[in-house]
């Protein structure tokens, strides 16, 4: 029995190694794994209109991949809301009939930069919510320079704000975006979970937002009931006297140095 046990050891050892032999290093290297630096998601409020019953909030709405969301654009266009839309190169590409409504609108559109390909601004090779972050600061700087470029080929004017993918960022990362002459918006109110909260809790949480808010939330998925909420929520803001404001018209103070 001993002998068995010791012979299919030996050939299980030879199997494993003539394995290890024939399959490149590459594919036996350990997956991406999310440890690595301290990740921040920053804040960002603006000037509050101090008038009682007058709350200014500041609606931004990424734009990530995908469809644009015509539940959310029309109730904007219709209500004649003000927003920042923060836009990617993928998006841009997919979406030119409704790239010509922002443009059509600029008293309501401000268009901000959210990356070339939506990855996490991270200069180092780490997961962020199983996305891989941009890995390096090439990486880091193409992602942010690949955005700007497409929205200047769209016809859209030269950005000054920049959100990446997963609002997560490296202290390092943040620096070297800062650096490059952008704004980095955080936000103070997540309206919709990444546009996966069912469409009640989407449209309290920003119907909830207060004097001095930024919301984010996504203009992207058509599909998703969270979309129904954040258009309902606009016209519940609306009815209560909101001031609505894009990031370009008044004073901001962000955290972790992102507008500094």
């Known amino acids: ?35 690595g630096p ?7 409020h603006i000037a509050r209109s101090n008038v009682t019953g007058h709350a200014r909030v500041a609606l931004t709405f990424d734009a990530c991949m995908g469809e644009a969301d015509e539940r959310i654009l029309s109730t904007l266009v219709n209500e004649r809301i ?12 997919r979406n030119p009939k409704a790239v010509a409504i922002f443009l059509q609108n600029p008293d309501l559109f ?4 959210h990356g070339e390909k939506h990855i996490p601004a991270v200069d180092t090779p780490v997961l962020v919510y199983g996305i891989a972050a941009a890995g390096s ?19 859209i004017p030269a950005p000054h704000w920049f959100r990446g993918s997963t609002a997560k960022y490296d202290l390092s990362a943040i620096g070297q975006i800062r650096a490059m002459g952008y704004r980095i918006a955080g936000y103070s109110v997540n309206g919709d979970g990444g546009s996966l ?5 989407t449209e309290k949480r ?43 018209d008044v004073a901001d103070t962000g955290d972790d ?3 500094e």
Do not use: C, Y
Request: proline letters at 6%; glycine letters at 8%.
């Open 38 to 44: 301290k990740l921040v998601e920053p804040h960002l």
């Open 197 to 201: 909260l069912g469409a009640a809790i």
């Open 257 to 259: 140095k992102t507008t």
């Open 137 to 155: 600061p090439d990486a880091v700087r193409q992602e942010v320079e690949g955005g700007a470029a497409a929205m200047v080929a769209s016809g």
């Open 1 to 35: 029995m001993n002998r068995l046990l010791l012979g299919s050891a030996l050939l299980l050892a030879a199997a494993s190694s003539a394995l290890a032999a024939e399959v490149p290093p590459a594919v036996l290297a350990p997956p991406l794994v999310t440890a």
């Open 82 to 93: 003000p927003a920042t839309i923060f836009v990617t190169a993928r998006w841009l590409k």
């Open 206 to 248: 920003i119907s909830s937002a207060k004097d001095g808010d930024v919301v984010i939330s996504h203009i992207n998925q058509p599909t998703h009931a969270a979309g129904a909420g954040v258009a309902r929520a606009l016209v519940d803001l609306k009815a209560k006297g909101t001031e609505f404001v894009r990031l370009q």
């Open 110 to 113: 401000e268009l901000e930069n």
